[in-house]
């Protein structure tokens, strides 16, 4: 089974913090995504990698940077943290061509920004 | 632009009862369709996805759905409900190179599923 692994369930930060969410698959998937999920407002689009070292802007990236080193590794980065940034961050990473987009999600990351 | 509705924020129904969760998209060609669940404070889980060929899918728990073109539906359907479907639904749709990217989905806001005893 395909395995996406947030190593970090519940963080709680303060105001202008730094944050590092990772996330880790294990089934040598091109495709990484990272979405934020709210009550009433579904899943969201932050940012996606196809590549080690490429990126590209969701549809909310803005306070959120992104970094692809290793190809099983893709981390969120809050630059410094707001409270409206508290959420659930969940990641999913997927293979290319015909499975692209079945996704598999980690099981995620709630981030409360106090 | 591509969109994905589930009118119902929330329903309830009774274990052994059926249940239709419903779905609608906006996309202009064929697109790739998807079911997910998540349970309290979980990931998302894959129901049952649709690409193409036969219209009514089978997916994983006993989950099916039924792609309706005419319509522009994927409605998601369960005989019986067990007291362990109770979780929230996620249907999404995806195409291989919407604006440019590969795999992306966008997804409706969610059904959220009570299952009374």
């Known amino acids: 089974d395909v395995k996406v692994t947030q190593s970090s369930r519940y963080l709680v930060k303060r105001t202008g913090e730094k944050v590092f969410l990772e996330c880790v698959q294990d089934m040598d998937h091109e495709n990484m995504f990272w979405y934020r999920q709210d009550p009433g407002l579904g899943l969201r689009l932050i940012y996606f990698?196809?590549?080690?070292?490429?990126?590209e802007k969701g549809d909310i990236p803005e306070g959120y940077s992104v970094s692809r080193e290793k190809k099983e590794r893709f981390s969120l980065i809050l630059e410094s943290a707001s409270t409206n940034q508290t959420s659930m961050y969940l990641c999913?990473?997927?293979?290319?061509?015909?499975?692209?987009?079945?996704?598999?999600f980690g099981a995620g990351s709630r981030l409360t920004v106090l | 632009a591509q969109s994905v509705t589930q009118p119902d924020i929330h329903i309830t129904v009774s274990e052994g009862a059926s249940l239709e969760l419903r779905c609608n998209y906006s996309?202009?060609?064929?697109?790739?369709l998807f079911w997910y669940v998540q349970s309290p404070g979980q990931g998302l889980q894959l129901l049952l996805k649709?690409?193409?060929?036969?219209?009514l899918v089978q997916g994983i728990k006993g989950f099916e759905a039924e792609f309706k073109r005419s319509q522009s539906s994927f409605n998601l359907r369960k005989p019986s409900v067990h007291w362990s479907d109770a979780a929230e639904y996620f249907c999404?749709?995806?195409?291989?190179?919407?604006?440019?990217?590969?795999?992306?989905?966008?997804f409706g806001k969610g059904t959220k599923l009570s299952v009374k005893p």
């Open positions: 996309y202009g060609a064929t697109p790739y």
């Open positions: 999404a749709v995806g195409a291989l190179n919407y604006g440019g990217s590969q795999g992306n989905l966008i």
């Open positions: 649709y690409f193409s060929g036969d219209t």
């Open positions: 999913a990473s997927s293979e290319t061509g015909a499975g692209a987009n079945v996704l598999t």
């Open positions: 990698s196809y590549d080690v070292k490429m990126k």
